[in-house]
């Protein structure tokens, strides 16, 4: 009886540990089937409490849906299961729920890390007069730059795209971002981790150390 009694408090404290482990936002990572993961594009899932919203556009304060919690799942308004989560290694909140791979249907994973704030002194109108370049996975160099056209006009117009490539900031809170328009439709949001007036780090990045490092250039 006594046994029973410990072990029931293990299991509550684990319960309380998890809710404070979560409570704040989460950045999906990745997501997919096995090892078949890639980005998808801006997921953040922001935990209070009971409730968790889902927010898939910084453009708007509104959550594209609001899901409530009940044990270690997660449901929709209407009460209809949404995924279930577990808090892994690593500090990775994975969510679990079906999906489709080569047209079977499959359990899919959602990994999400913490959304942290931006470590900089610098505001939105600052970030965006700086110029970073970084090496791509082809050793070639990068630039990353604001407001303005980044790929040349030929390219495109070969492409038979209405235009190139552009690169926004946008901002939650304390924490800024990178927008990736290509041919006017956004490709990827990419948050970030630090920024001054020598370097710029983003992650959540599909590369092999989830970051990349970009120097001031002139």
């Not at 997921?43 to 927010?55: A, R």
């Not at 959550?63 to 290694?89: G, R, V, W």
């Not at 791509?136 to 056209?149: G, K």
């Not at 630090?194 to 970051?211: A, D, R, W």
Request: proline share 4%.
């Amino acid at each position: 009886m006594k046994k029973s009694f410990i072990l029931l408090l293990f299991l509550i404290s684990q319960v309380v540990l998890s809710s404070q482990e979560l409570k704040g936002k989460w950045i999906l990572k990745e997501a997919g089937y096995k090892e078949h993961k890639k980005n998808v594009g801006l997921t953040i899932l922001n935990f209070d409490q009971e409730k968790v919203s889902l927010i898939t556009d910084l453009k708007t304060t509104n959550p594209e849906q609001d899901l409530k919690i009940k044990d270690s799942t997660l449901f929709m308004e209407n009460d209809k299961k949404y995924a279930h989560f577990k808090l892994i290694e690593n500090k990775v909140l994975r969510l679990f729920m079906k999906g489709t791979f080569n047209d079977k249907e499959v359990p899919m994973e959602l990994d999400f890390i913490p959304l942290l704030p931006t470590k900089t002194s610098l505001n939105k109108t600052a970030i965006e007069e700086l110029r970073f370049e970084f090496k791509d996975v082809d050793s070639e160099n990068s630039l990353i730059a604001f407001n303005e056209e980044l790929m040349d006009p030929e390219v495109w117009t070969q492409l038979n795209w209405k235009e190139g490539s552009k690169m926004i900031i946008e901002q939650l809170e304390h924490t800024f971002f990178v927008t990736i328009y290509s041919n006017g439709k956004k490709r990827a949001t990419l948050p970030i981790s630090e920024v001054n007036e020598k370097v710029l780090i983003l992650y959540c990045t599909p590369n092999p150390t989830g970051e990349i490092i970009a120097t001031r250039v002139n």
